[in-house]
């Protein structure tokens, strides 16, 4: 096992160059949300929905970015695809500062980077045939040349739907076919890269299954990277190559999978994965589980010093958890955690 | 594990049909299983397979039309028949006997009342109690219920409060007239990991306190898991698949079951392929003929193109519905 490849190596078939260059880099990200007008229409409170994001993403990989409902994961992948305008930070993609991208250049940037959305309905337009949806997205990015139609077909069939299916409409569809019409969309304009929001959590477990392995098989044949948002702890498991744990706005855990899941070292990680419920009821009496206290703060308003500190249930908890931001740090091998104590949180061990 | 108590619930052949302009949804066809007291019971299954249909029957709430539970149908409450009771009769079952949450707190609460004044009226109603003696009890309730400062809290709205308050605001009001069988439909699906850990934990506290029963409907496998004594898996209307926890999870006895519980990402090699059940849930006005899994399954052989019953299995209350179930699981002959 190389250094380059640390933890990550042998989980997943396909090879990380982690030497290289990593194909998205995001440094200090900020969206801020305006929240409440004054009298003269300026804003006087902002949501920090993205307070300070930084991570890499390289070539083949798949991140998976977890949390809870309003930890600003949704946020940053849209600001990573500029579909929201970042507050502040860098967003480098393939050596291009996405942020300063021109209309023009903004456009040939969404031709390699793309999006897909948790409500495959809901993003798909109703009133347009599969074929003509497809073509549409050809047409708009100068793909496809005159057998736009031909190529159409052969997305269907690259995301396991059937040539038949091209004159249907989104409603004639399950869910689980309407989110591979989804799939198929990004992939038209042949990307490298997707971010997938939530993209199967409005499925039902067995098409869930489906949608997965077809992602899978998808990243390996295409050589695709993923940056995989979804609130569904065993799934990020199972897909991710690295994951980061986001808590109000912020990273609080990043790591190889296989490193967060077996020793989390922020007490965060440590609460929210012992929180998920397993489907083996062997055991269950005596699994450790530690239940937090309360809800997450509001984001207009966090916590000062670490945002965790009012829930946290770290016994060493101290002055400093209350007055100053901790930094995401650790060791050399690239798990790191946002947390004074995470030399402490990773003896203490599971 | 032998149980002697009589059950508490006890359903039998329970067909919800819905009569609507593209057909005949038969939701629910033709279901049957027992709650015991103080026994938690999950009824597992995907969208669709009538588990929501089921428990709305019990306790009256469908709409009837569209909503029709046919001849034959039987719901015993400590052996009181409850299909054809009157509404007067159900009104006083409900929320004395029978209590049920919801997936949405905020669409079972009225905004426009103080959570206090919501609890309060059930109180009343139901319990006899005067203003004050209510508003001592609410207190009471909310602060076992764990919801801090509840002297403060019994004066706010239900969109002052987050969703897991809120499922907390409506538990209490379940709880309030200290029912036998509390029914909770995905209780925890709208909520965020960390408080569904809360609600659950909070679930189980009560149930021991009170001893009372819960049927918990859900689709999530791990939540099962976690909480349930018995499972009844459904598809397509009809249950599947009954027995223990702890057999269902060890032993998944239909290719349903089975192929559910292989289709989650595993623990123990998370990188493994996932199996999938390949195709969708069938659509409830055209059911399949015979086997309703029968597209689906990968077993799938001569025979079951013809309907299936139950099969009784070795282990108390454990069947399955597939001809082709594992010997070794069986013990005896076909059910009535």
Known sequence: MSAATGGVAGRRAHAIDREAPPLLSVRGLEKHFPLRRGALGRAVEHVKAVDGVSFGLWRGETLGLVGESGCGKSTTGRAVLRLLEPTAGEVHFDGMDVRALDRERLRAFRRRAQFVFQDPFGSLNPRLSVGAMLEEVLQVHGLGGPNRRDRAVELLELVGLRAEHIDRYPHEFSGGQRQRLGVARALSVEPDFLVLDEPVSALDVSVQAQVVNLLEDLQAGLGLTYLFIAHDLALVEHVSDRVAVMYLGRIVEIAAAADLYKEPRHPYTRALLSAVPRPDPVGREGRERIVLEGDVPSAVDPPSGCPFHPRCPHPAKDDACRSLRPPLEGDPGGHSAACHHWREAAQIGT | ?336
């Open chain 2, 1 to 336: 594990m032998s149980d002697v108590r009589a059950p508490l619930l006890s359903v039998r052949d329970l067909r919800t049909w819905f009569f609507t302009d593209q057909g005949v949804a038969k939701a629910v066809d033709g279901i049957s299983f027992d709650i015991r007291e103080g026994e938690t019971l999950g009824i597992v299954g995907e969208s669709g397979c009538g588990k929501t249909v089921t428990s709305l029957s019990l306790l009256g709430l469908l709409p009837q039309p569209p909503a029709r539970i046919m001849e034959g149908s039987s719901v015993r409450l400590r052996g009181e028949e409850l299909i054809g009771v009157g509404e007067r009769r159900m009104r006083a079952l409900r929320g004395n006997e029978i209590s049920m949450i919801f997936q949405e707190p905020m669409s079972s609460l009225n905004p426009v009342y103080t959570v206090g004044d919501q609890i309060a009226e059930a109180l009343r109603l139901h319990r006899g109690m005067d203003r004050k003696e209510a508003r001592a009890e609410v207190v009471r309730l909310l602060a076992e219920v764990g919801i801090s400062e509840p002297k403060r809290r019994i004066d706010e709205y239900p969109h002052q409060l987050s969703g897991g308050m809120r499922q907390r605001v409506m538990i209490a009001m379940a709880l309030s007239c200290e029912p036998k069988l509390l029914i909770a439909d995905e209780p925890t699906t709208a909520l965020d990991v960390t408080i569904q850990a809360q609600i659950l934990e909070l679930l189980a506290e009560l149930r021991k306190k009170h001893g009372m029963a819960v049927l918990l409907i859900t689709h999530d496998l791990g939540v099962v898991a976690e909480v349930c004594d018995r499972v009844v898996v459904m598809y397509a209307g009809q249950v599947v698949e009954t027995g223990s926890v702890y057999e269902i999870f060890a032993e998944p006895a239909h290719p349903y079951t089975r192929g559910l519980l292989d289709s989650l990402p595993s623990v123990e090699e998370p990188g493994r392929r996932l199996d999938s059940i390949p195709g969708t849930v069938p659509n409830p006005v055209d059911w399949p003929t015979g086997c309703r899994f029968r597209a689906r399954c990968s077993l799938a052989a001569e025979g079951c193109e013809r309907p299936q019953e139950l099969i009784q299995l070795a282990g108390a209350g454990r069947a399955a519905r597939c001809r082709r179930v594992d010997a070794s699981l069986v013990s005896g002959v076909a059910a009535p």
